[in-house]
């Protein structure tokens, strides 16, 4: 239909430059599909001569940027001139790999990226992943991959680059804050199987739960395994939110509802009614068991809008750092060929009113540190069991 549009478009013009008075007659009857058209004549006119210009001109020609390719690039373009690294567009084969991840398994490298002042950043490693065991770190900025710099890349550029099959390699460099030089990392991809819920039985009877990130298995896995630590005996939990990316916002409502009895669990606020909701809470929960939460520069998103929700509801205390500030609502557009526009809609606001977007959670109190998988050395997991002992 588009292309459709496109050719009436430009063979009316091409028209009127070969038949004079022909065009206002053939232009009348056309009005109609100038109104449906994105942009205004003058500016279709400029794309049909850029596109025109470069066909002609272009070293190598254009034999491989077919017009579905042209489009999609003017699609991208124009999305990303609104200066927002999360309202994305994704072309079906993009989205079809996006919708596999939310199930929870893809091939790469298990790393969430973020966009900020034109720089890509690691969120998060997700645990036990190459980029995990490699020492890939939150705030780490991606420079380069392989030999190529990426600097104006976009966040799916930057993904798509970094996805690949298992068994095959990719070289990344990362600038880290308080380290000079850059850091060169040699990653081999692997399938990623995310199990977005962990938990264990500490000593003293507490009871850890992690969160990985919120896709569609995680509110089943989180019930059963806070459902096992109660019949263990557990008398307080962590939930440990450290380097969660974020994920389903579904996912993480109706965990903090699984907490909380009433009242506000998230609003969203925007320029129209749909962006405009706020969610609510219901009676009766899992448990009333006492519980700290822990975050860090690598919570963002889900993870920020859950733990702030267990804040003000006086339900948690919040120990660790700084959460990631990525506290906007991202919107799937589908188009009509299967692709589709992520358009930021509105802003997440706790249940106080606080806002994330840009800024993060406080928490309650600062621990510095980082999760470590010898429990003896996480001074962050230490000060939350010792708050839960000192109740």
């Not at 009333?288 to 804040?311: D, F, H, Q, R």
Request: charged content about 30%; proline content about 3%.
């Amino acid at each position: 239909m588009i292309r459709r549009i496109r050719d009436v478009l430009f063979g009316v013009v091409i028209g009127a430059i070969l038949a004079g008075g022909a065009f206002s007659a053939i232009a009348f009857t056309e009005m109609d599909l100038f109104k449906a058209a994105p942009f205004g004549f003058q500016d279709l006119w400029l794309m049909k001569q850029a596109r025109v210009i470069v066909e002609t001109y272009h070293v190598e020609g254009t034999k491989d940027a077919d017009d579905k390719k042209l489009l999609y690039g003017a699609i991208r373009g124009m999305v990303a001139a609104l200066d927002d690294p999360y309202t994305r567009f994704v072309d079906p084969e993009e989205l079809g790999e996006e919708e596999i991840e939310m199930q929870g398994e893809y091939g790469g490298l298990g790393i969430y990226i973020g966009q900020r002042d034109g720089k890509t950043l690691v969120i998060s490693p997700i645990e036990d992943t190459p980029a995990d065991r490699v020492g890939l770190k939150p705030k780490d900025q991606i420079v380069k991959i392989g030999d190529d710099v990426i600097l104006g890349w976009t966040q799916n550029e930057v993904v798509n680059t970094l996805r690949g099959e298992p068994g095959t390699g990719v070289t990344i460099w990362i600038r880290r804050e308080e380290v000079d030089d850059l850091l060169k990392f040699e990653i081999v991809r692997e399938n990623i199987r995310i199990h977005t819920v962990k938990s264990e039985m500490l000593h003293d009877k507490i009871g850890l739960l992690r969160i990985v990130q919120f896709n569609l298995r995680t509110v089943t896995e989180f019930r059963k395994a806070v459902y096992d630590l109660v019949d263990e005996g557990t008398e307080g939990l962590v939930l440990d939110l450290r380097n969660n990316p974020g994920g389903l916002l579904s996912s993480c409502v109706e965990i903090a509802d699984m907490f909380i009895d009433s009242g506000v669990i998230v609003s969203t606020r925007g320029r129209f009614e749909r962006a405009n909701e706020t969610l609510y809470a219901h009676p009766g929960n899992i448990t009333k068991l006492p519980m700290v939460v822990l975050i860090n520069e690598g919570s963002a998103s889900a993870s920020e809008i859950l733990a702030g929700a267990l804040k003000d509801h006086g339900r948690a205390r919040i120990v660790g750092k700084q959460s990631f500030g990525k506290g906007s609502v991202q919107t799937l557009f589908n188009l009509s060929d299967d692709s589709g526009v992520f358009v930021t809609i509105a802003k997440y606001f706790t249940p106080s009113g606080t806002v994330i977007d840009k800024v993060g959670l406080a928490p309650d109190i600062i621990v510095e540190g980082e999760p470590e998988k010898e429990r003896e050395k996480d001074a962050q997991l230490k000060r939350a069991i010792s708050e839960l002992l000192d109740r």
